[in-house]
């Protein structure tokens, strides 16, 4: 068979690592390999390239994606599904393996009902795919921000401040409540759970008034107020293809309320992309490889409309609707063991 591979969706680390497992185990297999660049639009564009085992040999501890990345919707695109499954007759490409998150993977499970041979990998450094334990990108972005809160531990105490750090996460607080465990935070907002100002207020200053002259506040992007009116943040009212917001500024929100409200010079960081770039950490470089390996495993036996997923320690096929039909919020036992360490 001829196989296609792409990645979609913001890149996270560790795809390199999958793209080099599915593209040695497929031509070990005796399959030839099609990279499609920039994901779904590299396929009604026709922007594809040979890949043999050259094109993926020193990717592995590379961040980012060899074959780039796009959040292109085939079903926002006029007769977008028509032109896929024509641009993969006329070339030749039998099957896909499409790397992504609940979009790409959402986009791979109409084709694959519409008789496109698809099968998925789940990514995203927000962890928040059903159907899988863990996505690979989550534990390298939890540990860049673990990392950057013990740096701002030291600033906040040194200067006495309130440091307030926004991580990823639009709809769930896994690299929140993660990280801020990790790193000791006094504070967790999480988008599962509405937060109220006057009660971080008040965490706050017990906590002050207790001897403590700094503290850290991680927020999710996402995370609401509870009596604001209106939901997330927003950078700006665009939307992409998949009609996601740019989510943005509850850092320097909660900031500015903070020190308005408690007197307490505050500060905030937002991690943005920082938490997505950079060389992959050895858990995601395993995870990535195993669910690679698997994926190409789903291609030989013609598995089409599933994808390969963590459960507990195994590598297992799961169908990619059951990946795509509703996000994976956080388990809320984890806000309550970091909400032993609050203020
Ligand atoms: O990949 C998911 C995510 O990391 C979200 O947490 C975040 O809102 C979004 O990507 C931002 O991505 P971009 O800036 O690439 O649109």
Not at 14 to 30: E, P, Q
Not at 113 to 120: E, F, I, L, R
Not at 228 to 236: G, T, Y
Request: charged content about 25%; proline content about 1%.
């Amino acid at each position: 068979m001829k196989v296609g591979v792409l990645t979609g969706g913001g890149d996270a680390p560790g795809l390199n690592a999958v793209i080099r497992a599915v593209v040695r185990k497929c031509l070990m297999n005796g399959h030839e390999m099609v990279g499609i660049r920039e994901g779904w639009r590299g396929l009604l564009e026709c922007k594809f390239e040979t890949l043999d085992r050259n094109s993926v040999s020193g990717i592995l501890h590379r961040g980012g994606t060899i074959l780039a990345t796009s959040r292109t919707n085939v079903y926002k695109e006029k007769d977008g599904e028509a032109t896929v499954i024509k641009n993969m007759k006329d070339n030749g490409i039998d099957a896909l393996v499409a790397i992504g998150g609940e979009d790409t993977l959402g986009v791979a499970s109409k084709l694959a009902k519409a008789g496109v041979q698809v099968v998925g990998v789940p990514k995203t450094i927000d962890n928040d795919l059903s159907a899988t334990d863990f996505t690979f990108g989550f534990d390298t972005a939890v540990n860049i921000a673990t990392e950057a809160i013990d740096r701002l531990h030291t600033t906040a105490e040194s200067h006495n401040r309130v440091i307030v750090v926004e991580v990823m996460g639009r709809h769930a607080g896994w690299i929140a409540v993660y990280s801020g465990m990790a790193g000791g935070a006094d504070i967790i907002l999480v988008p599962e759970q509405k937060y109220d100002l006057d009660e971080v207020c008040s965490i706050l200053r017990k906590r002050h008034e207790g001897g403590k002259s700094f503290s850290i506040v991680v927020a999710s992007e996402g995370a609401i107020e509870k009596k604001s009116e209106n939901e997330m943040l927003l950078q700006d009212q665009k939307l992409d293809s998949f009609g996601h917001v740019r989510l943005g500024g509850i850092g320097n929100y909660l900031a500015e309320q903070i020190e308005k409200r408690t007197g307490y010079e505050t500060r905030s960081t937002v991690l943005g992309h920082i938490q997505r770039g950079g060389s992959p950490t050895a858990f995601d470089r395993v995870l990535g490889t195993r669910l690679g390996v698997f994926a190409a495993e789903l291609v030989e036996e013609k598995k089409w409309g599933y994808m390969a997923a963590l459960k507990g320690t195994d590598i297992v096929s799961v169908k990619l609707d059951e990946a795509t039909g509703e996000l994976k919020t956080i388990d809320m036992k984890l806000l309550d063991v970091a909400s032993t360490f609050f203020g």
